[in-house]
């Protein structure tokens, strides 16, 4: 099992440029969660998604769109970067056939808007 | 919305002696409280966590007391060693496995030599 994987690693993008952050869960977890985090602040929220088909907004979500395109696959989508934008996005996921509650969390995604 | 507080942003211990975490959440329906250990440059792991129908969870060196009255939950860590050192994430959560889940702000604990 890889758990939890994002692509890229690291991304620089320049003021109005657009792109797309990836997200891949292979433990069958039903729910999965977009978070930033900036330098020495907690992550937050920008969505999530419950259940395959279904997505909501979280604390953060101006700037950004997602999308659940199956049950393993979450990404994110910056459609105008802004340098206020620049941070670390983590994606994560939890709720399994064991109805477990843990979070598991990607490596994370460093991006910076310049 | 919920809401959660975390208390100090940095501590400093040492080595051997206990660190202490404080979290306070807003909302009084949230039922599941999570623990996580961020290490320099990779994503936050779960080390401990607790439900509201329980009041303190103990694994090894790390546990976890929950005041549901007060709406304060801790992390205590006994015996710490150089390998403690990282950034301590408190959360609170609404509802089941599918529910969204909010962090505190970190806690930098530093364990000195």
């Known amino acids: 099992n890889a758990g939890v994987t994002q692509t890229p690693k690291f991304q620089v993008l320049k003021t109005g440029q657009s792109m797309t952050l990836q997200c891949a869960q292979d433990m069958n977890h039903n729910s999965m969660y977009w978070y930033r985090q900036d330098p020495g602040m907690g992550l937050r929220l920008i969505y999530y998604s419950a259940s395959e088909g279904t997505t909501d907004k979280g604390e953060v979500p101006n700037g950004y769109n997602v999308s659940r395109l199956n049950k393993r696959e979450f990404s994110l989508r910056l459609e105008s970067a802004a340098p206020s934008q620049t941070s670390v996005y983590f994606c994560a996921s939890r709720g399994g056939l064991a109805y477990t509650y843990e979070q598991y969390f990607g490596p994370g995604t460093r991006l910076t808007v310049t | 919305g919920e809401n959660v507080e975390q208390h100090p942003s940095t501590l400093s211990v040492q080595e051997g002696d206990s660190a202490v975490i404080k979290c306070t959440y807003s909302d009084s329906a949230s039922n599941y409280f999570p623990w996580y250990k961020q290490e320099l440059g990779k994503g936050p792991q779960l080390i401990i966590d607790?439900?509201?129908?329980?009041g303190e969870k103990k694994d090894q060196r790390i546990a976890v007391t929950l005041n549901k009255t007060a709406k304060h939950f801790s992390l205590h860590i006994t015996e710490t060693q150089p390998e403690d050192s990282a950034v301590y994430f408190c959360a609170a959560s609404i509802g089941g496995s599918a529910s969204k889940i909010i962090f505190g702000s970190g806690t930098r604990l530093s364990i000195r030599p």
């Open positions: 607790i439900r509201s129908n329980v």
